[in-house]
């Protein structure tokens, strides 16, 4: 049973953003656009993985959470997690497309393209190793005992893998049903409440990926950055406030409330918190008034009053 469904993550969408509003021409923007694209590619195989894992069927009770990250003793972020009465699993997806090499001496991942194109990536074996290590610490400091195991998963057969990993069990999506059920189901250490509870605690302390806004993260000047509403229909943007509505100057298409969209992203990618004026300026508003009305909204916390007030946006997911 799947308990956290695949989800697009908030650093996605900003990566995204920043992505759009970034100025072409600046200098980390073609290294911004291959790890947007690292991160596209990375969504699509582990979706691809959790759909299928929708489909399995064990002769007892598990469940599958896509993306958790907890704290051991450094942050470990699992691309997916299974548990159930007699083990854990985390699988690590790699969608990575040509020829596959897995190395050990040191440990590295290699890839050839058709094209003669080499990269190197770090090796997906240490880092589930040191996973399987620092979870086994979370469970038995929570007061559960399970054997944890792990693999690294190839969501597509476009990878060719010519030289598979020494230590590390590794698998297409479609081996997964055939992997799981030759785990060892006999004595279950967890009972079904404990099961339960271990489920209720991990949902519990996964951490969301915030590390917003981008623009600090990644130490881009603000001045930098693309401002304006963008366009509900065409994503020009620069739409332009007249009366009530916001109005595309590209493909007159109007919209109600195309800031709000417009206002998390200054959040995500901008400053972490915005004021009146602030938000003229993101909003090309030339109104105070119009400005205020727009950051009355549930998602953000207003701090100060009159001039001094200073809204923050509270992420929930
Ligand atoms: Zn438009």
């Not at 094209?115 to 979870?135: A, H």
């Not at 951490?207 to 366009?231: H, W």
């Not at 969209?261 to 995500?268: H, N």
């Not at 004021?275 to 207003?302: D, G, Q, V, W, Y």
Request: proline share 4%.
């Amino acid at each position: 049973m799947i308990v956290k469904p695949y989800t697009q993550t908030l650093y996605m969408e900003a990566l995204i953003s920043l992505n759009k509003r970034l100025h072409k021409n600046h200098p980390k923007y073609i290294s911004l656009r291959e790890e947007l694209h690292r991160n596209i590619a990375g969504n699509i195989g582990e979706e691809a993985v959790m759909n299928f894992i929708q489909k399995v069927n064990l002769p007892y009770k598990f469940y599958a959470f896509h993306n958790i990250s907890l704290y051991g003793e450094s942050l470990i972020q699992m691309d997916i997690l299974i548990i159930s009465q007699y083990y854990a699993v985390i699988l690590e997806v790699k969608n990575i497309q040509g020829e596959i090499e897995f190395k050990s001496h040191p440990f590295q991942l290699s890839r050839t393209l058709a094209t003669g194109e080499r990269q190197s990536f770090d090796s997906p074996e240490i880092q589930l190793q040191e996973y399987i290590y620092q979870l086994n610490g979370i469970f038995k400091e929570a007061g559960f005992s399970i054997p944890i195991y792990g693999a690294v998963v190839f969501p597509f057969t476009s990878s060719y893998i010519k030289t598979p990993p020494s230590k590390t069990t590794m698998l297409f999506r479609n081996e997964i049903r055939f992997y799981l059920r030759n785990l060892e189901t006999q004595n279950p250490p967890l009972s079904i409440e404990a099961l339960n509870n271990l489920k209720n605690f991990i949902l519990n302390k996964t951490i969301i990926y915030k590390p917003f806004p981008l623009t600090q993260r990644y130490s881009i000047n603000t001045d930098d950055i693309i401002t304006g509403v963008e366009c509900t229909s065409c994503n020009f943007v620069g739409m332009k406030k007249v009366t009530r509505h916001w109005i595309c100057t590209r493909c007159k298409n109007i919209s109600n409330n195309a800031h709000h969209q417009t206002i998390k992203e200054y959040f995500l990618v901008y400053k972490n918190s915005i004021s009146n004026k602030e938000c003229r300026h993101f909003l090309k508003l030339n109104n105070i008034h119009e400005a205020t009305r727009m950051l009355k909204s549930p998602n953000l916390i207003k701090t100060g009053k009159y001039k001094d007030a200073i809204y923050k946006m509270h992420f929930t997911h």
